[in-house]
């Protein structure tokens, strides 16, 4: 039986219409590869893209949207502030948002955390290890001690979020840097999970780690029907039971 | 389809036998209400009770245990150090465990809270109500904004815990006191939820809302597959990928 | 020896100028029995109004302060944009905020948090009490285990801010609600407090325990001289030390 | 003037009497070099060492402590229970507690924490690079972004604790590993510390950074004068203000 979550992946899709090398690792766009990695764990996603109408986020779409995936990097400034706006109070709503790698210094991540997101950088030949920082969290399940990415562009600490409700993931670099990579917030109604790799130049996202942990995230940050939130009322005084 | 996972309801049992107001309520004991509470979700229970064999929760047992639900009261110091020691373990290996009430005082959740786990209270005839804090969570699914309990005993501040990862309900009661009446922890590879209704002389564990926050605590409880915690060892260097 | 924190408190002041209740408990505005307050406890404190230029928060002001005080209701939206986005990135760059009563819906605050922070309330008869869960915490000094205000309008869950870094104080009121009412976030290189009680036709300011909430949470707030915070910075490979 | 609280460092003390390279390094002993470092940044200390009556812990030495640091290694088992309880029970009722490096296993530590403190660890030649993650916490007061040390001793996760309160230093090593450092809990009314550095065999506690680290830490985990607990009382119905 399929995962009745609906899932939105979100892409710039700009990178690989510019450049070759991206365009040889992801053939259908990082969004098809982080689709095609969902599929591979049982949920089945629609995919969104910037340049499509309301870049794809129509408030249909976001509707009808459980969990949104969200990568982009060079355009974060094209992508209007209604739509934006539209994202964040989708999550304050109850949706779930797994904003992945450059994702951090998106308009709704920015949103929604309340700080710069600013972080460090270096694009080299570093290498990466993910080290599970909290095993009994969802988002680590079936997942190693650690996990290795041959090569990843470095980000490293201060990464400027607030402080996590939980951290589930630390990573290492070759270059001498530590970055938290796998974090979890609440912010209304609604989950948000962070997760720091994919670089557009690397297979990343074809990674049976990286897709797991994408996978796990989708499933945390999915709407849980809880309680539903109010907007700012007056309340009567009420009768208590007695 | 049932749900597959293993949960052991356990309980003192001893005041459904000495006072007969509370086996007028719980005729099935404390435990036949928390399990037949659980079935109305789906969640098949066995129970196991103090004055069984090794209280119940011999290492087998244990094993085969998901998620343990602890009730006490009295009898606390009844529960042989090796007994309490043994869930401890299971928990920190993965096993969930969801402590109610007067449990506070339990051998096992003292030893993994760290803490005193001292609070105030009152018997007498407050009525309760406990809110939802964080609406998102999974522990508040298809909660209302606050549910009301007409006759429980007062547990009050300061609630001598660690501060939980995760605050989901606050209790008020009409005497003038509130409580953190839901509270998630991690601990090792397990996971942790103290529940504060259920005093032995009220019908708390007929209640629905209350049934609802056990069940939807017990699925939050259990265990992720998480990756596996290692026991304090040396490592090797290792050589990095390139 | 005066505390050498250079303290700036800011509140809309109008209320006091329309409604002779208002002014009648606060002649020297709210803001100045703020600052009365702080000085009681050896902290001098300048203090600014909506009304003067760039409503009082100059570049040159807020440079030469260390923890800002925040009071506003009726005129939020008439904070300009840039006077608000002024304050937070002071805030990112290690001022320290106190945000009181209705300032939860203040642009600042609002920004800061990335959440609606929407809450219920009702004006009327309700009175508080505000209970201490986190004894240890410097916030929490010298205060009972809970102090009472005989009137005050209510503010009830859900509140809709991230869960805090630590939570202090939990407020209780007559009407049946609860409140999480002292909060403690970390946003950049700067601390912010929420502090709940404060409606401007109650004597609020004049009570000795909030006086000496605010005063503690003025200290905690202060700049701890931290490391200093990058923005978004490449940095390149550099050599290890050996 | 001397800052006015009271520390005892307390050490082992059998490494320094045993290993002429660790003699060569601390002279004055671990504990020697530790109330050094305090000293340069304006706090006195006393010490006291595992040889002596009680531990050097009696109830009356506890009770003049305002802070006391712990590091052990070898004999964590000699110290007896009941002195490991009364440092618990002195962290409960406020005084605060700096637990260093190999002091994880400490008996008062591993009772604090609820878990097994367990975690990876490589006797070799790494280096560690020490980030600061929470650049306006007072415990990251004048560090830089980060710190290195040359030669270390490698800590590796999973270290089972609980999530801390709040996370401050993540350290990286050359042999792959991270490690959370620096992390702040509360207990009851008492705050504890623990931080990583500082193995026997290397000059670790000579080294400016980690002395400012401790004192920062010291400092941070001291009584607060917060609202007294109390054990487990009941109460009377009150007469609610009006």
Redesign the interface.
């Known amino acids: 039986m399929p995962d009745p979550l609906r899932v939105t992946v979100w892409s710039e899709f700009r990178h690989e219409k510019k450049n070759p090398k991206v365009a040889a690792i992801y053939p259908d766009g990082i969004h098809g590869a982080i689709a095609a990695g969902l599929a591979e764990h049982g949920i089945a996603a629609r995919t969104a893209t910037l340049d499509e109408t309301e870049c794809g986020l129509s408030a249909a779409v976001l509707a009808e949207t459980d969990v949104l995936t969200w990568w982009g990097h060079l355009a974060h400034k094209e992508v209007p502030d209604e739509v934006a706006e539209r994202v964040v109070q989708r999550v304050?709503d109850?949706m779930g948002l797994v904003v992945l790698h450059s994702g951090h210094?998106s308009k709704p991540f920015r949103?929604?955390?309340?700080?710069?997101c600013?972080?460090?950088?270096?694009e080299?030949d570093d290498?990466e290890?993910v080290?599970?920082?909290?095993?009994?969290?969802?988002i680590?399940?079936?997942?190693?001690?650690?996990f290795?990415l041959?090569s990843e562009e470095?980000y490293?600490?201060?990464?400027?979020v607030?402080?996590p409700?939980?951290?589930v993931l630390?990573?290492?670099?070759?270059?001498?840097?530590?970055f938290?990579s796998g974090m979890c917030?609440?912010?209304?109604?609604?989950?948000v999970f962070y997760f720091r790799p994919g670089h557009e130049t690397f297979p990343t996202y074809l990674d049976a780690n990286v897709r797991r942990v994408i996978a796990n995230g989708v499933r945390w940050a999915a709407?849980?029907?809880?309680?539903?939130?109010?907007?700012?009322?007056?309340?009567?005084?009420?009768e208590?039971?007695?």
Chains 1, 2, 3, 4 share one sequence.
Not at 111 to 116: F, I, K, P
Not at 118 to 122: C, E, G, I, K, P
Not at 170 to 178: D, K, L, R, T
Not at 185 to 191: C, L
């Open positions: 304050w109850g210094h949103r929604l955390m309340g700080t710069s600013d972080l460090s950088w270096r080299g290498h290890r080290w599970v920082v909290n095993p009994g969290h969802p680590a399940a079936d997942l190693p001690d650690y290795e041959g470095m490293g600490e201060f990464f400027d607030p402080q409700d939980e951290l630390v990573s290492w670099f070759s270059g001498g840097e530590v938290r917030y609440s912010r209304g109604a609604g989950r709407p849980t029907g809880g309680a539903r939130r109010f907007r700012n009322r007056a309340v009567p005084p009420e208590l039971r007695g």
